[in-house]
């Protein structure tokens, strides 16, 4: 073991731009090719958002880059699981939710049959709405095949792009024809995000979680931004907040405060809930989620505290509404909280009540422990005497004869923090080890609420000079 070879090197900690939050959604009936489409948009575009994997990969959602551009796609197909069922007015949900949330709507048709109901259904939502809209003919895998595919211009359309998400034809055109019709981006340009002071939080949570009340306790009523424009809701309105010696900005609090009028199905309400989430939380630092205390944790709640930890965030779970709740009921919610949501045991939980003002104080501290977590860097000497200590008292255990070298450790970077761990052998390094010196980072330095990777490198050996 030696410390000789790191350099110490000082960065700055940087505050990092976040993507823009520009939302394509691709939308078709069932078995039109929409997993394929997204899959080959995404492809090898897809924007690397951390080295290490997370703990989901929703697979109807990714970030991608493209000519230039940042974007996310959501299948939003992948949000029916029930769309196979051609009795279910699945297109029609579909559709309602992209029209409410996209920026850009993606219709999928199959160039191998005529119009269907389901299509013309599409297409009638959808020439109602004021977004704007590309129609691809899938399966157009051949000459001969794209030749067919015009007997869907009887819908009525100026514009098909013929198509073969199976063999990649006319993603060239489809890629243009996206990148021309997306709003201009700014990622995260505003002036204000540049202030390394502020914490970039998203308030995000199921519907009637108590979300706009809890922007407006920490905002204040009086400056709330409320932008009931049609055309324009979707555009993001921050609000930038100081409290207690905190600077704020609040992701997408216009977002926040508009109440789903599309539909009144639950459930569609409930997915555009967590499309909302998946934009804030890609362009927020924390995370707040915020769970009806009187319900309990639901899988949204997971799914969107996974999406968080999946984008390495920091994240504070809020148990909110507890005006409602005795203190054993509440500590019952609270144990149920840690098991549903076990897959993140770091994140602190924290009572509160919008509605009565309490425990506002709490999370706002909360908060700047979160922030100095999530900034914090640790010296590399500091770092590796304790990493001495932990491989001590711990070695790596054997794997195939001989055990992996681990030479040094080096936190590469903050906000969010990465570790680097530099070996002969990573590769040889157990998970269960890797997850005990990940473990021992958090106990030792103190990480609560802020994910922390750890990642292992090769160094090889005669690279280490004498040793
Ligand atoms: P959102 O959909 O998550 O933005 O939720 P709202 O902020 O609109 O709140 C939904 C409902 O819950 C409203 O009727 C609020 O008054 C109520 N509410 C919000 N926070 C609390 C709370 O802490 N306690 C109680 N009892 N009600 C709350």
């Known amino acids: 073991m030696t410390t000789d070879n790191t350099e110490d090197r000082e960065i700055e900690v940087v505050h990092e731009p976040r993507p823009p939050r520009t939302l394509v959604a691709v939308v078709g009936r069932p078995n039109v090719g929409k997993s394929t489409i997204f899959n080959r948009l995404v492809g090898r575009r897809e924007a690397i958002v951390h080295d290490e994997p997370g703990v989901t990969r929703d697979r109807h959602y990714a970030l991608v880059q493209s000519l230039g551009h940042t974007y996310t796609v959501v299948d939003t197909g992948g949000f029916d699981p029930e769309s196979d069922d051609p009795m279910r007015q699945g297109i029609a949900r579909q559709v309602q939710i992209a029209v409410s949330e996209a920026d850009l709507v993606v219709c999928v048709l199959d160039a191998m049959q005529g119009p269907t109901d389901a299509d013309r259904q599409a297409v009638k939502l959808l020439r109602k709405s004021s977004r704007p809209v590309i129609y691809v003919a899938n399966k157009a895998d051949s000459a001969r095949s794209e030749l067919e595919s015009s007997e869907l211009y009887r819908l009525g359309l100026d514009r098909i792009l013929p198509v073969s998400a199976l063999h990649g034809r006319g993603f060239n055109a489809l890629e243009d024809a996206i990148v021309k019709l997306l709003p201009p981006q700014t990622a995260d340009l505003a002036p204000e995000a540049a202030d390394p002071a502020l914490l970039r939080v998203a308030i995000v949570g199921r519907p009637n979680a108590g979300k706009s009340s809890m922007v407006n306790r920490l905002a204040g009523e009086d400056r709330m931004l409320v932008d009931d424009r049609p055309g324009t809701t979707r555009d993001p309105v921050d609000t930038i907040v100081e409290r207690d010696g905190l600077k704020l900005l609040l992701i997408d609090t216009a977002g926040i405060r508009r109440k789903s009028k599309v539909t009144k199905e639950n459930d569609t309400v409930e997915v555009i809930s967590v499309l909302r989430a998946m934009r804030s939380i890609d362009a927020c630092d924390v995370v707040v989620l915020l769970c009806d205390a009187t319900i309990g944790v639901a899988e949204q709640d997971a799914k969107i505290l996974g999406l968080a930890v999946d984008r390495a965030r920091g994240a504070i779970i809020a148990l909110n509404k507890i005006d409602q709740l005795d ?105 269960s080890y890797q997850r005990y010196v990940t473990n021992q980072i958090r106990k030792h330095f103190g990480f609560e609420g802020v994910p922390v990777r750890v990642a292992y490198r090769e160094k090889r050996k005669h690279k280490l000079g004498q040793r």
């Open 327 to 431: 203190s054993s009921t509440y500590k019952k919610l609270e144990q149920d909280t840690r098991d549903k949501l076990s897959f993140a045991p770091w994140v602190p939980i924290v009572r509160t009540s919008a509605l009565k003002g309490r425990g506002v104080g709490t999370l706002l501290r909360k908060l700047a422990e979160v922030q100095a977590n999530f900034r914090k860097r640790i010296p590399t000497g500091e770092l590796n005497r304790f990493f001495e200590k932990v491989l001590a008292t711990h070695p790596p255990p054997t794997s195939g004869g001989s055990a992996p070298r681990l030479f040094y450790i080096t936190q590469a970077e903050a906000s969010p923090p990465l570790f680097v761990v530099m070996s002969n052998a990573p590769a040889a390094v157990h998970f």
